[in-house]
């Protein structure tokens, strides 16, 4: 069965920096594409980052510059590496996967950005 487990969330100051941490499995993680989204509380899930099976990546205009979406194909891990984190990046972020139209999901991260 396909399975995302995220990792690497946390307490961050403003301006600092956290890594994020994806482990996929059950399905060719190499020929999908992949996804962060994130979730702040009161407000829908929104894409993040996204990246394909070659690597090309797509980024939310609020993290351009900022953030990085990676992966490591013999692996099969997703990252997010996030710098000058803003308090408006706090949220739970998400792994996520569709294969065949079916959308799959971690159990999230929380990140929390705060003084």
């Known amino acids: 069965q396909v399975q995302l487990a995220e990792s690497g969330g946390g307490l961050v100051q403003p301006g600092g920096s956290l890594t994020l941490s994806c482990a996929a499995s059950?399905?060719?993680?190499?020929?999908?594409?992949m996804n962060w989204y994130r979730q702040a509380p009161g407000k829908e899930r929104e894409l993040v980052a996204d990246i394909t099976n070659t690597g090309s990546s797509n980024y939310q205009d609020s993290v351009k510059g900022r953030f990085t979406i990676a992966r490591d194909n013999a692996k099969n891990r997703l990252y997010l590496r996030m710098t000058s984190l803003k308090l408006e990046d706090t949220a739970v972020y998400y792994c996520h996967v569709r294969l065949r139209r079916v959308h799959y999901w971690g159990q999230g991260t929380q990140v929390t950005v705060s003084s």
């Open positions: 059950g399905f060719t993680f190499s020929t999908y594409d």
